[in-house]
């Protein structure tokens, strides 16, 4: 639809047009990868502080929030470096709403795929003001991380998410 991928580092921000890209400062790269279908993910490699981000038009999420959705992803720790690592969602610079990742992240290094929810809650009980979110899933890192993502959507609270990386 109307989701962009971004990444952002000191440089400013570069709009991902194909499945691969460089931000304006070269900290973060990001190339596709093979899963279950040619090219089904992408992988980000960080090599200094940036930012992956999912940016669209503003969207109201006060009434997932309060339908209890949680924000699901598919990925793939390939490594870890230099931390924190957090994940996010704002409008504009306004993330503050980041939940620090970087323990859960390390503990995840080289175990395969993994499928993890984050109540949206958690990100409001961070910060997060719901009503005008313009980038719903931002993954900020430094030099050293690398992940594989194959998929961020939100669904119904399956009865065990949290506010971490939660299986």
């Known amino acids: 639809g109307s989701w962009k991928l971004n990444l952002q580092d000191s440089g400013g921000n570069a709009v991902i047009t194909d499945s691969r890209g460089v931000s304006p400062a070269g900290h973060a790269t990001i190339v596709p990868k093979d899963d279950e279908a040619q090219e089904d993910t ?58 620090d990742m970087s323990k859960q992240f390390a503990e995840k290094a080289g175990a395969g795929w993994q499928t993890s929810q984050i109540k949206l809650s958690c990100f409001v009980a961070a910060g997060t003001r719901m009503e005008s979110i313009t980038e719903p899933l931002v993954v900020t890192a430094d030099a050293g991380f690398a992940l594989q993502m194959a998929s961020a959507k939100l669904v119904a609270n399956p009865g065990k998410a949290g506010c971490g990386l939660s299986q």
């Open 42 to 99: 992408f992988v980000v490699t960080w090599t200094g502080p940036a930012s992956l981000i999912v940016a669209g038009p503003p969207v109201d999420f006060q009434r997932e929030t309060n339908g209890d959705l949680v924000m699901e992803l598919r990925y793939r720790v390939l490594s870890v470096g230099k931390m924190p690592a957090s994940i996010s969602m704002g409008r504009g610079s306004d993330f503050r709403g980041a939940l």
